[in-house]
């Protein structure tokens, strides 16, 4: 896939990706500021700030505009908060490329934050918040992440707390874009039916006076761990949540793509290991999968299940067993080429929208600091090996490693931690 790359002189990063007989655009702004760069003062506010972004500019001075401004043009459109970046898209039919730019340019650098606005929409946060607190299917990874980072800004959660979204005040939201919010931060992607040179003349026109500044990094996080840790959150809830898994690999390690092979062999569909032994054979899950998380300097491996709550000592014995299992060098040949199939199947399938592919650009570039094409990231699966895959599992998977989260109705703590022992 071929993409052009261009840098306007504040640093602003601009990479055009044409896809052929593609007949819509999106355009994505990223920014590489997100939950891992808040305090535990304003934890919140990143996801905060790419709520308000829709409430109102200096162009256009309500929500109800730039609503119907996109939507009076067929177009697809919103905004998501990660710990390490935010991101602003829109899709539509390419002709309205100048619009798109126009309309995302001017809330990235004219938003409003009216007190006003603020004020009504910590109510929204608020209840997004307890939304995901009733929803442990969600719920049970950020606990997780908890588990492993603790307190601090790696380890609280993208959406903040209730206590504290209630004191963020518009000066808050002034000094954080001033902080994070600059040109050579954000990566700028347009793909689909785009032209680079036109689309090269409008990002000028619309960002190229936005000043350069320089942003402060993050707090790195150590990725130690010498015994099991455990973290059990009781809830009265009819289906018992868990996360186990472990420590692992960071963005740029290249080990993380033996990982994927490996993650996708234990929990990556329904001909999966967890998937047969968990739910096939002992009716233990609804659901069970494995994945892997990347930030740019650590990483974690997990496997995520909804169980019965009063079969969950099975599950979670059955889970330790076959990731004990996969180290002892009995992967088979076919299990390695479905794993790199079903990745590259899924990439590929990617590929068709133009969204899915102007994040996989933006993403690599924004925190790995290169692209990383979709062929690339092709070769790499492919280059995978059945040796390197054991390898992953011999390093990462022992009892003293194990990290295990739970929602559900318990609160003796003392029956897990034999589990893990």
Not at 12 to 24: C, D, F, H
Not at 275 to 300: H, I
Request: glycine fraction near 8%; charge should be neutral.
């Amino acid at each position: 896939m071929t993409y052009h790359k261009n840098l306007l002189s504040n640093g602003l990063r601009v990479i055009t990706v044409p896809i052929a007989q593609s007949e819509s655009v999106t355009a994505l702004f990223l920014v590489g500021a997100g939950s891992r760069y808040e305090t535990r003062k304003n934890n919140g506010i990143s996801h905060f700030l790419e709520h308000m972004a829709f409430k109102g500019t200096k162009k256009r001075p309500t929500a109800q505009i730039i609503a119907s401004t996109i939507e009076g043009i067929g177009a697809e459109f919103n905004a998501y908060t990660s710990k390490d970046h935010t991101g602003y898209y829109i899709k539509a039919a390419k002709k309205h490329l100048p619009l798109l730019i126009d309309v995302l340019s001017d809330m990235l650098l004219n938003s409003k934050y009216d007190t006003v606005e603020i004020e009504k929409e910590k109510g929204v946060i608020i209840e997004e918040i307890r939304m995901y607190e009733d929803m442990p299917m969600r719920k049970i990874g950020d606990l997780y992440e908890n588990l492993l980072y603790g307190d601090t800004p790696l380890g609280r959660d993208i959406a903040g707390t209730e206590e504290v979204i209630r004191q963020i005040t518009r000066e808050d939201f002034v000094t954080y874009v001033e902080n994070y919010y600059a040109p050579g931060n954000t990566v700028v992607v347009l793909a689909g039916a785009v032209e680079e040179m036109s689309a090269g003349k409008l990002l000028e026109e619309k960002l190229g006076k936005w000043k350069k500044k320089g942003v402060p990094a993050f707090e790195k996080h150590p990725n130690n761990q010498s015994k099991p840790e455990l973290l059990l959150h009781h809830k009265d809830t009819e289906q018992a949540h868990l996360s186990l898994g472990v420590r692992s690999y960071c963005l740029t390690d290249k080990r993380r793509y033996s990982l994927g092979v490996l993650s996708n062999i234990l929990g990556g569909g329904m001909s999966s290991r967890l998937f047969t032994e968990v739910r096939e054979k002992r009716g233990l899950a609804y659901y069970v999968r494995a994945s892997g998380e990347y930030y740019q300097d650590v990483g974690n491996f997990l496997v995520q299940a909804g169980v019965d709550v009063s079969r969950i000592d099975d599950a979670i014995k059955v889970i330790i067993e076959e990731l004990l299992k996969i180290t002892d060098g009995k992967i088979k040949d076919e299990e390695l080429i479905r794993s790199k199939e079903h990745l590259k199947g899924h990439l590929i399938l990617d590929l068709e929208d133009s969204k899915q592919v102007a994040g996989i650009f933006a993403n690599s570039e924004l925190l790995e600091g290169k692209i990383r094409t979709p062929d690339d990231v092709l070769n790499e699966i492919e280059k995978v090996s059945l040796s390197e895959v054991q390898k992953i599992a011999c390093d990462l998977f022992s009892k003293n490693r194990l990290n295990l989260a739970v929602i559900g109705p318990y609160k003796e703590k003392a029956k897990f931690e034999k589990l893990l022992k």
